[in-house]
């Protein structure tokens, strides 16, 4: 996950009528999100839903609230739903740099550490948590969950390559490759931005980790 930016221009259709899902909703919300997932950032094809931050169930009134409504892919709607209500507000905060991103090899898991030690940070960790290791640390992912965890793990070995390339032999064109994996409308950038700063190359690619601020 990383901050998030919306247009102030909201879409006719949340102002005329009483849907939230309106087509010119679905195409601002691709746009402003480079159609992306907000949650976990995998590319969206055909696979999208409207999102609310805040849950349909348990905040009504929000429904057609322009900065409620968020695009996820169904898997990460439904398995955040109505549970994760009070995650951190991805318009306002710098996620990539308040949750640590990581996949741990050795434990085959994704690794996830806030360093903001309240309750939405701890919650959209949680979430974070479910979406790609399951309910348990003790029980195996289910199929959905474990192929979702795998795609992630191989865009991120992918990088890494591509890091440790540029870091072998520092050319132009070695660093052009990264910097075009770090462009705002590539996947898993949350992921990314902790590669970078574990190899120590925050500096040499400080102007291409800085997404929607």
Not at 50 to 69: A, D, G, M, R
Not at 94 to 104: K, L, P
């Amino acid at each position: 996950m990383i901050r998030e930016k919306k247009s102030s221009n909201v879409p006719a259709s949340l102002l005329k009528t009483k849907q939230y899902n309106g087509v010119d909703v679905y195409a601002q919300l691709l746009a402003d999100q480079h159609e992306k997932c907000y949650i976990c950032e995998r590319k969206l094809v055909t696979d999208y839903e409207i999102e609310h931050f805040k849950s349909e169930n348990n905040f009504p009134e929000l429904v057609q609230e322009w900065t409620n409504l968020f695009l996820s892919c169904r898997y990460c709607n439904q398995k955040k739903l109505n549970s994760f209500d009070n995650n951190v507000y991805p318009l306002t905060a710098n996620i990539e740099c308040e949750i640590s991103q990581r996949i741990d090899f050795e434990q085959n898991k994704a690794a996830f550490v806030t360093f903001v030690d309240d309750e939405q940070h701890n919650n959209t960790v949680r979430m974070l948590n479910l979406l790609y290791n399951g309910k348990s640390d003790t029980k195996p992912r289910k199929l959905k969950e474990e192929r979702f965890f795998n795609e992630a793990k191989q865009k991120v070995i992918s990088f890494m390559r591509k890091v440790n390339a540029y870091l072998i032999e520092p050319t132009e064109r070695n660093r052009n490759i990264v910097v075009d994996d770090l462009s705002i409308d590539k996947e898993l950038l949350g992921f990314k931005y902790w590669i970078v700063c574990d190899y120590n190359l925050s500096e040499d690619f400080k102007n291409n980790i800085i997404w929607n601020k």
